[in-house]
């Protein structure tokens, strides 16, 4: 009787133990691949990475995102039918995207960031450059041609911040840019007058060239931005690198005489290459004195 009430606890001992003990994990290629559709699938949209793609405006992200999505979908077809070599492969190929499209992602947030530090210092430039422009448009008594300045400069920089709101970044900076360049050279036409050559006193020809070719790469500058900004309109793009290509042409002729020392000369045609740009400037509807 004993030996019977031992076996039978015996028996129930072992049958709660074999109940309570957890189950061997599910080993078969069927039941990992499921598992790794559930990580890939909390990879592509409810990561951490996954909110910053989303979350970014950064086109080639977005685009990477949505390829990770199709090969997720394309891996799970394969699961299906069976083909776990193919899911694997699939569920690696997607993952890849995703990490890809992850790095644009944060990589546009750095760009945006950077851009965006870069338009606030070049807004405080053009204020203050602005600034100094009417200050010495009063000393200079100039009143008509630096109000036409101001309003031009003023209108330029309301249009970048409304650009800047928007997003687009890129075109606002470049908006700062001609505002910038545009304001810059009306001070140095005011300060120069109509006489620049008898006005400034220089020490020798060489000098008056290196000063005439800061003039001229400063009107370059704003005429390659107007050649971007112009690129649609066929007609005024036409004529922009028209008076553009004349003015580069009379810029070589004034190195190569530099070069050979003819500092005079030089000067004469880094004078004629500017007023091209002058004119580019001018046939692109933008208002520069001179």
């Known amino acids: 009787m004993k030996k019977r009430r031992f076996l039978a606890g015996a028996a129930a001992l072992l049958l709660a133990a074999s109940t309570a003990a957890p189950r061997a994990a599910d080993t078969t290629p069927e039941a990992q691949l499921k598992a790794r559709a ?9 990561s951490s990475g996954a909110q910053r793609v989303e979350g970014s405006g950064n086109p080639q992200a ?35 995207t995703m ?22 210092a070049r807004h405080k430039s053009v204020e203050a450059l602005l600034e100094a ?26 249009e970048a911040d409304a650009t800047f709101r928007a997003g687009r970044l890129e075109e606002a900076r470049a908006l700062l840019d001609r505002a910038y360049i545009t304001t810059k050279m009306a001070i140095q036409r005011m300060r120069e007058g109509d006489t620049l050559t008898r006005s400034l006193n220089f020490a020798t020809k060489e ?17 390659n931005l107007l050649l971007q900004e112009k690129k649609d309109n066929p007609y005024t793009a036409q004529m922009v690198a028209r008076f553009s290509a004349q003015a580069e042409a009379l810029r070589r002729e004034a190195e190569e005489q530099a070069a050979a020392g003819d500092f005079e000369a030089a000067v004469k045609s880094l004078e004629e290459s500017t007023k091209r740009y002058i004119r ?8 520069i004195p001179g």
């Open 207 to 223: 000098d008056e060239y290196k000063y005439e070719l800061d003039r001229n790469d400063s009107h370059k500058m704003l005429v």
């Open 133 to 158: 422009h009417d200050r010495v448009a009063e000393e200079k008594k100039v009143g008509k041609a630096a109000r036409e300045v101001h309003d031009e400069v003023a209108r330029l920089v309301g």
């Open 280 to 287: 580019a400037i001018r046939s692109a509807g933008i208002f």
């Open 62 to 96: 977005h685009e990477l995102h949505e390829q990770a999505r199709a090969t997720y979908r394309e891996a799970m077809q394969a699961l299906e039918a069976g083909d776990y070599g193919g899911a694997n492969k699939l569920f690696s190929e997607a993952t890849r």
């Open 99 to 120: 990490f890809q499209a992850i790095r644009h992602a944060d990589s546009g947030a750095l760009l945006a960031e950077k851009q965006r530090r870069d338009y606030e």
């Open 38 to 46: 559930a990580q890939v699938e909390r990879l592509l949209e409810r």
